[in-house]
């Protein structure tokens, strides 16, 4: 079974948001809520500035506590790539899940329930690749089987150093920033 | 230097978590009051207290059976999907302490329930036989003891969930630790025997609560250094959540209410009481009610503010 994931070239994005409105485009994302979004990281003092700019989601986590914490089964991870989905009619909106996530990944609809990043699995489904990846005009994201050794993401992570965002809190992010 | 620039705008979640306003901390409270009424309930009625001798436990089933609908009140206010709440019922989530919570509320009330229905008169329920003789038999002796028992074990369950339903949420470094459900527990304990030293009209009975209750608050000033001590010894991440509490945004509000006037005053006015330093008085009760109620709000609004430092 496939462990979807995404490798993002931090060396190659340059903050463009095409990703972010390529999401809300494709997902109807309601206004003033977002699925993706970028952050810009400066430091160092000058003239040694050093600038790292990620784009950043739900990082569909091997070990979700959005899905542990669920009190109805509404977030749940998908047969189909392990991707860490909510089931929008079984979802209460209780909020433990947003309260749960590290990241800050995930927001209540105005309709009442817990959104957040699909991969855009109506379109990984169909074999096309999420909506953010494939507008991506400097090519920085990269999408496939974690577990597959000779997919491009894991030859990325395999070939170039990485970080994946706040490791501390044991998540097991599958969203890795080649530095 | 460092400079942090992020696009993301959520509404709950951006500058800082604030997922659960008013009604989290007062269904937290109200259970927890509800979980300590029980025990201290159940132990009345396992000490041979029976109708009609005027204790204060065969009034405190009535009066939880209101708090805790009141709390599930708030607790259906909090929630953003509310026609959907019956989802909760259709599964069972061995992870997930809100799960726990929702079978425990749907044990909680048959014994609430139950228990108030022994301190109905007999004549009263001449007109339905079936539950008259179900009052019957749970007034008999042995009956009335399980019953108190049930109601221990289910009070327990209740109040010590209410903190586990926090810890469990490993975000959230204020809340990670594994004192926060013993601490709401006694805290609802706390609770629990200060009203009803407030309600009882036996002398004998309210110099139990009142001893009872000081024992409460001792342990409950225990278990809050021990919450303090495991963060500050724990990983950065866990010490700047502490921090929130002293000397941070949350410190005034947690020395002053929580603990200055929640526990240490009354801990010092019902010291005097039992030593008959001063007679009884209802400020002391009515200061841990308040102090129980502000240790919800600052543990839960606090603990939403703390989150994982690292980039």
Redesign the interface.
Known sequence: MARLGMVIDTRQCVGCMDCVVACKTENDVPDGHCRDWISQRLEGAMPDLHLTITSERCNHCDRPPCVTCCPTGASHVHDYGKVVLVDHDKCIGCKACLASCPYGARFVHPEGYADKCTFCMHRVEKGELPACVAVCPTHAMHFGDLDDPQSEVSRLIASRRHFVLKPDAGTGPRIYYLE | ??????????????PA?H??GWEVPVYLFLGGWVAGSMIIAGWLARRGRRPGDGCVCHVLPWLSLVLLSLGMGALFL?????L??W??Y??F?P?????W??WILILVYPVLLLGALTSIPTDLLSRWPAVAALAARLRQPEAAGRLGMVSIVAGIALGIYTGILLS?????PLWSSAALGPLFLVSGLSTGAAFAHLIARNADEQASLLKADTVFLAVELALIGLVLVGLLTA?A?HANAAALLLGGPYTAVFWVLVVGLGILLPLLLQALMVSHRIPHTVIAPLLVIGGGLALRFVIVSAG?YS??I??
Request: charged residues 15%; proline residues 6%.
């Open positions: 230097m460092l400079e942090f620039v992020t696009t993301r705008h959520n509404p709950m979640v951006d978590l997922v659960w909090d929630l953003e999907h509310r959907y709440v989802r909760m259709l599964t989530q992870l997930s302490p809100m799960s919570g929702g469990s949420l490993g975000a959230r990983s991440v939403q989150h994982w690292s980039p």
